[in-house]
């Protein structure tokens, strides 16, 4: 079975602050898809990033930066100088490596920034 | 379409009527999904459909859900007999093939009164 844990419900932070999104997942897979997305206010869900399995290289995406850990079954999220604009709900999911199969999703992080 | 679209946005029905949801994919994606988010709460997987391929259905809650795809076009979910804590939103996914690049739609609310 497969799961994804975000201990984070909430997080609150002022505009600049730097901020760190937690995701935990299990699965018995040895390769797989971690993704996150983001929900906004608005309700759709919008697609950030996918990271396959055997590809433990970190990457940037302008504000955005994703560490991912294979040892700890782990796939933080930072969002650097954050904005109120980030202001949403984060949700990281799992997704088998086979062809077509459905996410795992995690509890989501809720994330408020602040003027 | 440019994205998934689905219909209604909003539903409001009484207990124990039937309802359709509707999920329009992006045209040529084989893979469609179904989800539910209950209030504050991340996505339960549904259903999903591959091309031609059997349905899975595994996450369907009850024998009261159903869902149907013609193709790989339109998608309908039905709840038959709603009760109240099938309230959610019912989000659909689409994808040119399962594991890449998931577009979601907006939703339909559902709310059970």
């Given amino acids: 079975a ?24 299990e699965t018995r897979d040895t390769t797989y898809y971690l993704f996150w997305y983001k929900q906004p206010p608005s309700g759709e869900l919008v697609f950030l990033i996918r990271r396959n399995s055997f590809d433990e290289q970190n ?7 994703w560490n991912f850990q294979k040892s700890t079954s782990s796939f933080n999220f930072t969002i650097t100088a954050s904005q109120v604009v980030d202001s949403a709900v984060y949700f990281c999911a799992l997704a088998k490596y086979n062809a077509g199969n459905m996410l795992t999703f995690g509890g989501g992080t809720r994330l408020m920034v602040k003027p | 379409g440019a994205g998934v679209s689905q219909s209604p946005s909003n539903k409001v029905t009484e207990k124990g009527k039937d309802v359709e949801l509707r999920c329009d994919p992006i045209s040529g994606h084989t893979a469609l999904y179904w989800y539910r988010q ?28 159903s869902a149907e795809r ?11 007999r709603t009760q109240q804590e099938d309230s959610a939103v019912y989000l659909c996914a689409s994808s040119l093939q399962g594991g890449y690049g998931y577009t979601f739609g907006s939703g339909t609310r559902l709310t059970v009164v």
């Fill in chain 1, 59 to 65: 990457e940037i995406s302008g504000r955005y930066s």
């Fill in chain 2, 38 to 65: 209950r209030l504050g709460q991340g996505l339960e997987f549904l259903i999903y459909f591959q091309g031609n391929s059997a349905p899975d259905k595994s996450g369907l809650p009850s024998d009261r859900f």
């Fill in chain 2, 70 to 80: 013609t193709g790989e076009s339109v998608s309908t979910l039905t709840i038959q």
């Fill in chain 1, 2 to 25: 497969q799961k994804v844990t975000q201990a984070q419900t909430e997080i609150s932070v002022v505009e600049k602050e730097d901020v760190t999104l937690d995701c935990v997942y």
